[in-house]
């Protein structure tokens, strides 16, 4: 269960935060959706992924049995079969480009969300920054006045600080797990790229050997 306590000093820092607190309130909800969304992707794709069947179908094709490797790659649920089967079913037709546009599309679900992460780190800080700056304004307004108020200038500089501080530490906390999910990106695209480099290449031998 969550401590009260900490939730209860969560929220007074929220209030004394000031008005740029909202904004930042939702770049946090959205981040941490984000995040959550992403990490239930990427395990799922880890239960999907069937190297032993990849490797079944590479094992055909080097031996020509193309129509037996399109079977053991079709309804796969392995993204990088799924590209596998995508070639095959056009290899007399255009095999380079059905294999391009199924690894487009599947890098493309892989890296949903990273742009709006890669928006969260730096907008966070600049919403922080803007409530440094507000905060600061509202520290020199009381210096200003006639009648110095000791807590209106406190409470500008500590309505700056807590700003920066969520800022900074949202863009922190969303860089790791972006930094993270780009990695999977990357490696899910070398394996779909060597996959699709096997792929053209036994079916070019195999059309040589055919025509010999």
Request: net charge neutral; hydrophobic share 50%; proline share 4%.
């Amino acid at each position: 269960m969550p401590n009260p306590l900490l939730a209860n000093a969560l929220v007074d820092l929220f209030r004394h935060g000031g008005p740029i607190m909202w904004p930042i309130g939702v770049v946090t909800f959205a981040a941490i959706a984000i995040i959550f969304e992403r990490c239930w992707w990427w395990l799922t794709h880890a239960k999907n992924r069937k190297p032993q069947d990849l490797e079944r179908v590479l094992m055909s094709l080097e031996s020509g049995d193309l129509g037996h490797a399109q079977k053991l790659s079709a309804n796969s649920s392995d993204p990088v079969l799924r590209v596998v089967h995508a070639g095959l079913s056009h290899r007399h037709a255009s095999l380079q480009g059905a294999l391009q546009a199924a690894a487009g599309i599947e890098i493309r679900q892989a890296g949903r969300f990273l742009t709006a992460m890669d928006t969260i780190i730096t907008l966070a800080p600049l919403l922080g920054l803007l409530g440094t700056v507000t905060g600061i304004m509202g520290s020199f307004s009381a210096v200003g006045g006639a009648e110095l108020a000791v807590e209106k200038v406190t409470g500008g500089i500590g309505e700056a600080l807590i700003a920066t501080a969520f800022g900074l530490g949202i863009a922190i906390a969303t860089l790791i797990p972006y930094n993270w999910f780009h990695s999977k990106v990357a490696g899910l695209q070398h394996d779909i790229e060597t996959a699709a480099n096997n792929v053209e290449v036994f079916v070019a031998t195999h059309r040589v050997s055919v025509h010999v």
